[in-house]
């Protein structure tokens, strides 16, 4: 069963060195993101980068890490900052291929919206910002958020 989970500083160090190995696709970096999103691989820069950040101290109100996979295989890094209107940002996104449905040109996830979503109510924040599309349903969010405008996703009230 492929499993989120919530990365902290006590915790990260389980993905540090998965993240040596990690094959992967970069969908969202700092960097221009088209849609459909062009599939890049998760180059050594990247990676350096990436691992700098995850070791870096964590403001646990504002930064988000979220990895999903099963023991031993990581699937997805995913990482969010919450900004002073309270409002989440995807800004970091790197998954197997298979995470996105080139058919549907739709990202299905591995369950890290599931968590990112009940974190971000935890928080009280309400909507969160994607480069480009998710399905809803396949990513298990359907329920509790809705796409508000291509790629902002805003909690059902009530």
């Not at 221009?32 to 998760?42: D, K, T």
């Amino acid at each position: 069963m492929i499993m989120p989970w919530h990365l902290t500083e006590q915790n990260r160090y389980m993905v540090l060195a998965e993240l040596a190995t990690f094959e992967a696709q970069a969908f969202v970096y700092d960097g221009p993101v088209s849609h459909p999103p062009l599939l890049r691989p998760f180059s050594a820069a990247l990676r350096q980068a990436t691992m700098a950040q995850l070791q870096a101290p964590m403001d646990p109100e504002r930064i988000i890490w979220i990895a999903s996979g099963r023991h031993g295989s990581l699937y997805v890094l995913l990482h969010a900052q919450v900004d002073e209107r309270q409002e989440a940002w995807v800004d970091l996104l790197c998954a197997v291929g298979w995470a996105y449905n080139r058919r549907t040109q739709l990202y299905e996830g591995c369950g890290e919206f599931v968590l990112l979503g009940r974190l971000l109510e935890e928080r009280g924040v309400t909507c969160f910002h994607m480069p480009f599309p998710l399905d809803a349903q396949q990513a298990g969010i359907q329920e509790q958020w809705h796409e508000h405008e291509r790629g902002t996703y805003v909690h059902h009230s009530g």
